[in-house]
């Protein structure tokens, strides 16, 4: 089958909303208490405001729409991550830029009381962009260039070392804690839709950026130099593809708190499904991540019933073992 | 005089076999050299004489017993391996080195008697390592660092001393200096000893005893004298060379000449060369 | 001539070395330990000057004065000197026997696993006495250390990958208790969320006792098993030339490791990066050989958990920002650094 998505990569995108569709019916329909899917699409349709249709649509459908929009913020990103700095291991989350951004909001919470959307979105990028370039800055520290394992580890005790900082911040403010204890641990549940409509045009800059940067990324996959060589303004593309990294990670932490592994695993299918060709691998990871990140929110909503787990538990316990196959193999490969 | 020996020896990294029946019989109280190809299975065998490696059949026999049987504490008091280019902690003193060579003898409590002090001091004096002791071992060049692996092997105060490539890494001033070492212990102290070497000439010239190994099997093994000849090392280097006797040593000495008919870029000084070889057993190699 | 005094007895086959660098430096350590101790207990909201706390260590101090100090303030000051020494010594192994100088308990998930098990019992048997604590992280930290060695071992003794596995094996670890956390609504939570950051806010006798025993059998084990590291800390072949029964004594230690540290985790939670650091400086100040780095590590491992403890209580009074945060922040930075000493 996928022999035919490699061949007709458009099929394959088309399948992806297929799915995507059908991800969204599923989010709609299930949780605590299950709702069939005629009475779904009549809370869309003719809503009556029945117990069932305000579930459906004022609960459901919100968390559903920012699952959708956070997913495929992540796999975006993730992608781009894997391809400008050329790491199977790398992502939003093992780097720590999703540390950055959540270090940023949680201290912006502490410290301006109840500050705007704008204002947390903003925090979120600033606190992304300093993650990511501190991490960039200490991998090219080392003589004899980055390789993958260090920069991941570097992301990892980037990572550590922003958690216990934003931990001292919520310790040091009890207020914080509860607020955003669910936040925290990556959650789309709960959460206003006016978040979403809020944070929609910072992710549809980011998306838009990072599509426009198949075709180069494609060159810089063969090496800098060899990029270099084909004409290509390497320091640019790398530029916008920080930025909208930086864009997408940030809005995604805003939206949902630090929600990880998703990034790492979903360029990898991605480019399992469709190939090297990152004009295609970045549209594929989006409709892939947002599917994922759907899928797992059910999943949480599901495996603790009468309770709820965070959807970043979900996504961690999932992408776990992928990660630590990836770094077997990385490994062994050195 | 301990007698190390195989017999049916085969070892195999999951299927595909390295050592396949092997028996052979170490001459005690003598310096015998492992030689061959890369891959041959020199190195397996090494440490199957060690026991690091446990044989899919046949068994090592250390004076009639299997070391595999035997304690390894037991093993390890009478039977000494210095791996290749083995690696130590950072900051580690070569006397601390040297004094982890007393390790199979200590116990529980007894950590420090006066026999492993001796046996520290004197293998530290034996390597001439006496006054870089207190120098952490990577603050030392590869030869002497290679000296106080040795020592440490001496401390341990084993019979049988087996080496994995002693002088791999080393130039050529240190690799002399490692192998005048082993031989002098050897004389001095009849210590027997076992190592893998890739340079044939100094197998020659310091090995009593030659075992050369062809895809697991024992090719040919003896006096250097005896054994290396062309057809010898045509079989198992797979080079054509030219024998002539060493000057200095009366060891044979094994010039190389070309592995698959290759023309120098001096005719005239190829006309010297044996006759060509008929090529077929060479491109069989390939 | 050599920097080593021997100690033996003629009757008995007993023998001992001693470096003779390590008295001095335990002597000093533990005479700064000290210092810290009573500056530690001196201070507070009610402060108490130096000359006081001595003397109502001695049993000679007033009524209040002994409440403060010998019932609220010395058994913290204490859990925090112990989890220190615990965790400095679980690291000084587990960099030995995996020959990984990064090695520590936070890093190979055994921290994250001892927390799971004990959040666990903590939400699940509201009831159960503290005692129970010890116990179930022991349980935890096994399963996840011994799955990241298990993982990061196989076909293979990378020291990356092995940090790689734990720190993927400490994220599930770290999602699972989320997990715990998010079933129930009980107070317990945000009792057992503090605890995770890692502080010994509020450490009283009934939190030191349950650790006693533990340290008291993993401690003497490992300062035994102190040749035995020395040994593995060497190349494989050349331990099980050696004569060293390599499995056997990896494995035992490996236990030893996760007692200590788990027993630190039961007591004061996940405290970062202790266990990475103090082998580090132990090695500065003695050298490699196990017989004087476990010992000056463990004291070096308690000190800074007593320093953590005091900069955060003090740092930004009265806000108490926990001893693991403190450590944290000291410690990313020193683990990025010896990731890129020297390549």
């Not at chain 1, 869309?44 to 997913?71: N, Y």
């Not at chain 1, 070392?161 to 204890?181: K, N």
């Not at chain 1, 290509?232 to 864009?247: I, Y």
């Amino acid at each position: 089958m996928y022999a035919l998505f490699r061949s007709r990569p458009g099929l394959g995108l088309l399948a992806g909303l297929g799915l995507l569709v059908l991800a969204f019916g599923i989010s709609l329909a299930s949780g605590l208490q299950a709702i069939p899917i005629g009475t779904v699409l009549e809370a869309l349709t003719a809503f009556d405001g029945s117990p069932a249709h305000l579930v459906v649509r004022s609960i459901r459908l919100p968390r559903t729409l920012i699952a959708m929009a956070v997913g495929g913020c992540l796999g975006v990103a993730g992608t781009l991550t894997q391809a400008l700095t050329r790491n199977p291991l790398a992502a939003p989350g093992t780097l720590g830029i999703n540390a950055g951004a959540t270090l940023a909001v949680a201290a912006g919470l502490y410290l301006l009381g109840t500050p705007s959307l704008h204002t947390l979105a903003w925090l979120a990028f600033l606190g992304a962009a300093a993650a990511a370039g501190a991490v960039y800055a200490l991998a090219n520290l080392g003589r004899g260039g980055v390789t993958p394992l260090r920069l991941t580890l570097a992301g990892a005790a980037m990572a550590g070392f922003l958690t216990a900082l934003t931990q001292g911040v919520l310790v040091a403010s009890e207020r914080t804690l509860d607020e955003i204890r669910l936040w925290l641990a990556g959650s789309v549940a709960g959460r206003d839709p006016e978040v979403l409509r809020g944070l929609l045009p910072y992710m549809l800059v980011g998306l838009a950026l990072a599509l426009g940067l198949g075709r180069p990324l494609n060159a810089l996959s063969l090496g800098e130099e060899v990029a270099r060589g084909l004409g290509q303004r390497t320091g640019w593309v790398k530029a916008a593809g920080a930025a909208a990294v930086v864009l997408l990670a940030g809005s995604a932490v805003a939206a949902a708190g630090p929600i990880g592994f998703l990034g790492l695993a979903v360029p990898h299918l991605s480019r399992w499904i469709v190939g090297p060709d990152y004009r295609w691998v970045l549209p594929y990871s989006g409709v892939l991540g947002a599917i994922l990140l759907i899928l797992a929110d059910v999943g949480a909503r599901l495996i603790i019933r009468p309770g709820e787990a965070p959807v970043g538990v979900v996504t961690a316990l999932l992408g776990v073992p992928f990660f630590i196959a990836l770094a077997r193999r990385e490994v062994g490969r050195r | 005089m301990p007698v190390l020996r195989t017999e049916g020896l085969t070892v195999a990294y999951g299927e595909t076999p390295v050592l396949d029946g092997l028996t052979l019989t170490i001459p005690a109280g003598r310096i015998t050299a492992l030689v061959g190809r890369n891959g041959c299975g020199k190195s397996t065998l090494l440490r199957a004489l060690a026991r690091l490696l446990r044989p899919r059949g046949g068994t090592v026999y250390l004076d009639g017993a299997s070391i595999f049987r035997m304690p390894t504490r037991e093993v390890a008091r009478r039977l000494g391996i210095l791996p290749q280019a083995p690696t130590a902690p950072e900051g580690l003193t070569v006397r601390e080195l040297v004094a982890l060579g007393r390790y199979p003898h200590q116990g529980w409590l007894r950590h420090w008697s006066e026999a492993d002090e001796r046996a520290v001091e004197s293998a530290l004096a034996a390597t001439g390592m006496l006054d870089l002791a207190d120098r952490p071992l990577d603050a030392l060049s590869g030869g002497q660092r290679q000296r106080a692996w040795i020592a440490m092997a001496l401390a341990q105060e084993t019979e049988i001393l087996l080496l994995d490539e002693p002088t791999t890494y080393l130039d050529m001033a240190h690799q002399v200096e490692v192998l005048e070492l082993l031989y002098e212990l050897n004389q001095a102290r009849g210590r027997t000893i076992v190592m893998v070497l890739h340079d044939l000439n100094q197998a020659c010239r310091y090995a009593h005893h030659l075992v050369a190994l062809k895809d697991g099997r024992i090719y040919a093994q003896g006096d250097p004298r005896e054994v290396v000849t062309p057809e010898m090392v045509r079989e198992v280097f797979g080079i054509e060379c030219c024998v002539l006797t060493d000057p200095l040593a009366g060891t044979p000495l094994c010039i190389p000449a070309a592995c698959k008919g290759c023309t120098f870029r001096r005719p005239e000084d190829a006309r010297r060369l044996p006759a060509p070889p008929p090529a077929a057993p060479a491109a069989a190699e390939v | 001539m050599s920097r080593w005094t021997a100690i033996r007895c003629r009757r008995l086959p007993v023998s001992f070395r001693l470096d003779r660098r390590v008295p001095p430096v335990l002597l000093a350590l533990g005479g700064i330990a000290l210092a810290l101790t009573v500056l530690s207990l001196g201070t507070g909201q009610y402060p108490v000057p130096p000359g006081e706390v001595v003397r109502t260590l001695l049993g000679g101090g007033s009524r209040e004065y002994d409440f403060v100090i010998r019932t609220l303030r010395l058994p913290r000051a204490l859990v925090a000197f112990l989890v220190g020494l615990a965790l400095a010594m679980a690291g000084a192994i587990l960099q030995a026997i995996t020959r990984n100088p990064l090695a520590s308990p936070d890093v190979t998930g055994l921290s994250a696993g001892a927390g799971l098990g004990a959040v666990a019992v903590m939400v699940f048997l509201p009831d159960a006495p503290w005692s129970a604590l010890t116990p179930a992280a022991l349980a935890g930290g096994l399963a996840a250390g011994g799955l990241t060695y298990w993982l990061g071992w196989k076909g293979g003794s990378h020291p990356l990958r092995l940090v790689l596995v734990g720190i993927g094996i400490a994220a599930a670890a770290q999602a699972l208790t989320n997990t715990v956390m998010a079933t129930t609504q009980s107070l317990r939570v945000g009792e057992a969320l503090v605890w995770l950051t890692g502080s010994v806010y509020g450490r009283s006798w009934q939190h030191l006792r349950p650790m006693l025993p533990w340290l008291g059998v993993g401690v003497p084990a490992a300062l035994l098993m102190a040749r035995h590291l020395d040994v593995l800390h060497l190349d494989e072949d050349l331990a099980r030339g050696l004569g060293s029964r390599v499995e056997w004594h990896r494995g035992m230690l490996f236990l030893i490791a996760v007692t200590l540290g788990s027993a630190a985790v039961a007591a004061a939670g996940t405290l970062g990066f202790v266990g990475l650091m103090a082998p580090h400086i132990a090695r500065r100040l003695v050298g490699p050989a196990h017989g004087g780095l476990l010992p000056t590590a463990g004291m070096v491992g308690g000190l800074m958990v007593l320093a953590a403890d005091l900069i955060g209580r003090t740092l930004l009074a009265p806000i108490e920002v926990p001893a693991g945060v403190v450590t944290a922040a000291v410690g990313a930075p020193y683990f990025l650094y010896l990731l890129f000493r020297n390549r």
